[in-house]
């Protein structure tokens, strides 16, 4: 089942139909029972399918955090931009280690939604998507549902000393989520695919894929690691890690459209700023 967040409030989609959900997001991931919620919904009658315009990003009061290095290509991508500065053996380290580099991504404020604009860093010269797979979490920690992200990162800046990360990763318009939340409580199989594709000026500018099943880490183990002794009443969003980096020869440029796909759960689009 998959919950859409619009100027007219939450929306349940079944078979291209869609109701009317009478909670806010916030009560939604605090409920006990999301799904039970939401079914409830498609016994009213349809409404008037949303707009493009309509749809807003599916967050509430939650904060949105982030792993890091949980790929192969993620941790090969920047052991190799920081080489030079003396981090790389950071991102080795942390892609075997025990504890998973968690780190904070977003405001409710900083997120956009399908279709808005997302933003590169004024000072920053090497920039680059991140499509994740996001869970959302209830504030016992359980996974109640997953979202598209991009994590947007500026690679010269974290790769000029790591303790610039939450500089190259926190700025407005740095973080898309949407275009819905699919609930569910199950694992997503690891045959998921995750697809990127990058036009500018109409052309593909780059294409990537990857599947779940190169994502070193479990995500309700990730879980577990976020709400170590950090509580979240209003839930929280976990974006997964990316898979995905392109060749270092890649910057993105205003006006680039970023396309991000999920198997199951949609389609994300947005332009850079
Ligand atoms: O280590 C820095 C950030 C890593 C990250 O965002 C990712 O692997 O997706
Ligand atoms: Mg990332």
């Known amino acids: 089942m998959k919950i859409y967040n619009t100027n007219r409030g939450l929306l349940v989609e079944q078979q291209g ?3 009317t959900v009478n909670t806010g997001f916030d009560d939604l991931v ?3 029972d999301p799904q039970s919620l939401a079914e409830e919904s498609l016994r009213s009658a349809p409404v008037v399918p949303p707009n493009a315009s309509e749809f807003l990003a599916p967050i509430g009061s939650q904060e949105v955090w982030a792993a890091g290095v949980t790929y192969f290509r993620s941790r090969s991508a920047r052991m190799e931009e920081s080489k030079d500065t003396g981090g790389g053996s950071f991102y080795d380290r942390v892609y075997s280690a025990v504890r998973p580099e968690l780190f904070f991504k977003a ?3 900083r997120v956009v939604g399908p ?5 590169i860093r004024c000072d920053a010269r090497w920039s680059v998507p991140e499509p994740e797979l996001t869970l959302l979490l209830n504030p016992d920690g359980e996974i109640i549902g997953y979202t598209i992200g991009n994590d947007m ?3 010269d800046i974290e790769g000029e000393n790591p303790l610039y990360l939450p500089q190259a990763k926190v700025y407005n318009g740095s973080c898309a989520l ?3 939340v699919m609930l569910s409580d199950e694992p997503l199989s690891k045959t998921t695919a995750i697809q990127i594709q990058i036009l500018r000026d109409g052309r593909s500018a780059f294409d990537g894929s990857t599947t779940l099943a190169e994502l070193k880490r479990d995500p309700k183990e990730l879980a577990s690691w976020l709400f170590r002794d950090n509580s979240f009443p209003d ?7 990316t898979g995905v ?4 020869e890649f910057t993105l440029a205003h006006g680039d459209l970023i396309r991000i796909s999920i198997d199951g759960i949609g389609t994300l689009e947005n332009r850079v700023a």
């Open 17 to 19: 139909r869609f109701h």
């Open 30 to 32: 605090r409920s006990n």
């Open 107 to 109: 405001t409710a404020r």
């Open 115 to 119: 279709g808005a604009n997302v933003r």
């Open 153 to 155: 990162s500026s690679r």
């Open 178 to 180: 949407g275009p819905c």
């Open 235 to 241: 839930g929280a969003y976990l974006m997964t890690g």
């Open 245 to 248: 980096v392109p060749d270092d």
